[in-house]
T-cell receptor, first 113, second 115 residues
Framework: ETGVTQTPRHLVMGMTNKKSLKCEQHLGHNAMYWYKQSAKKPLELMFVYNFKEQTENNSVPSRFSPECPNSSHLFLHLHTLQPEDSALYLC????????????FGSGTQLSVL | GENVEQHPSTLSVQEGDSAVIKCTYSDSASNYFPWYKQELGKRPQLIIDIRSNVGEKKDQRIAVTLNKTAKHFSLHITETQPEDSAVYFCAASIGSNFGNEKLTFGTGTRLTIIP
């Protein structure tokens, strides 16, 4: 499969649950990103990894914990989330860490009850 | 930090007519301006981008213009078709403390093409 693949597509969790979002890119890119997309708000950059090293943490609360074991895989571990964290979480990759020509995954629609 | 404003938030255009979406940015150091298209339930996709050393760029029915002095850039879609219906996002890049470019997105424009 080509492109950027995210799983699961939909996730419903309670505030005390722990869950993980997974992203895999098949494009040979070296940079991967997590973005949050909420209704009527701009896409918000959360984390950037370049060659599996974190190069950006955009003041994200510690209840979101990223993990990048290699340049092709990216995880977002979730614990004790709040209802306001409900959103579409998009993974993206690019060649280089300049945030240019991003290839996005289809996202995980997260609902926190 | 950078602030990107996008207008209008919604736009309806008769099929075949042109559509224009405008964005302004606050930081004169921004030098990269992409546009993304997101169809309903699908991923955002890059449709065109421009650097600050260029004033205009065209790709078939899509064009982007940049006015560095006024700090605004626009997306122009000509001969609109139903498949152009989507949400369009502009963005501007600014260098971060980590030395890499960091995109700041606008809030999006929902474009509807009326058959």
């Amino acid at each position: 499969e080509t492109g950027v693949t995210q799983t699961p597509r939909h996730l419903v969790m309670g505030m005390t649950n722990k869950k993980s979002l997974k992203c895999e890119q098949h494009l040979g890119h070296n940079a991967m990103y997590w973005y949050k997309q909420s209704a009527k708000k701009p896409l918000e950059l959360m984390f950037v990894y370049n060659f599996k090293e974190q190069t950006e943490n955009n003041s994200v609360p510690s209840r979101f914990s990223p993990e990048c074991p290699n340049s092709s895989h990216l995880f977002l571990h979730l614990h004790t989330l709040q209802p306001e964290d409900s959103a579409l979480y998009l993974c993206a990759s690019s060649q280089g860490q300049r945030g240019e020509k991003l290839f996005f995954g289809s996202g995980t629609q997260l609902s926190v009850l | 930090g950078e602030n990107v404003e996008q207008h209008p938030s919604t736009l309806s255009v008769q099929e075949g007519d042109s559509a224009v979406i405008k964005c302004t940015y606050s930081d004169s150091a921004s030098n990269y301006f992409p546009w993304y298209k997101q169809e309903l339930g699908k991923r955002p996709q890059l449709i065109i981008d421009i650097r600050s050393n260029v004033g205009e760029k065209k790709d078939q029915r899509i064009a982007v213009t940049l006015n560095k002095t006024a700090k605004h850039f626009s997306l122009h879609i000509t001969e609109t078709q139903p498949e152009d219906s989507a949400v369009y996002f502009c963005a501007a890049s600014i260098g971060s403390n980590f030395g890499n470019e960091k995109l700041t997105f606008g809030t999006g424009t929902r474009l509807t093409i009326i058959p």
